[in-house]
């Protein structure tokens, strides 16, 4: 596998944790950085910082609305 395909794929495993931290909080970024749930599977993986959770979590709410 070369080095830009893992990036790759690792950058869309981080976006993936994220969006599940978010669906977890009700796509509040605050929620996601405070997040205590510590028997999480992805608590130590889950974003620590604000810092594109928001643009996420709109990019999210557009998806789940087209779903209905």
């Known amino acids: 596998m070369k080095?830009?395909?893992l990036k790759k794929?690792?950058?869309y495993l981080k976006e993936l944790i994220d969006a599940k931290c978010l669906?977890?909080?009700?796509?509040?970024?605050?929620e996601v950085v405070l997040c205590e749930i510590k028997d999480c599977p992805l608590w130590s993986e889950r974003p620590k910082?604000?810092?594109g959770l928001y643009?996420?979590?709109k990019k999210l709410k557009q998806k789940k609305i087209k779903n209905f």
Do not use: F, G, R, V
Request: charged share 35%; glycine share 0%; with cysteine.
């Open 23 to 30: 669906e977890c909080c009700c796509y509040q970024p605050e």
């Open 55 to 57: 643009s996420l979590s």
């Open 49 to 51: 910082e604000k810092k």
């Open 9 to 11: 794929q690792i950058a």
């Open 3 to 5: 080095k830009t395909e």
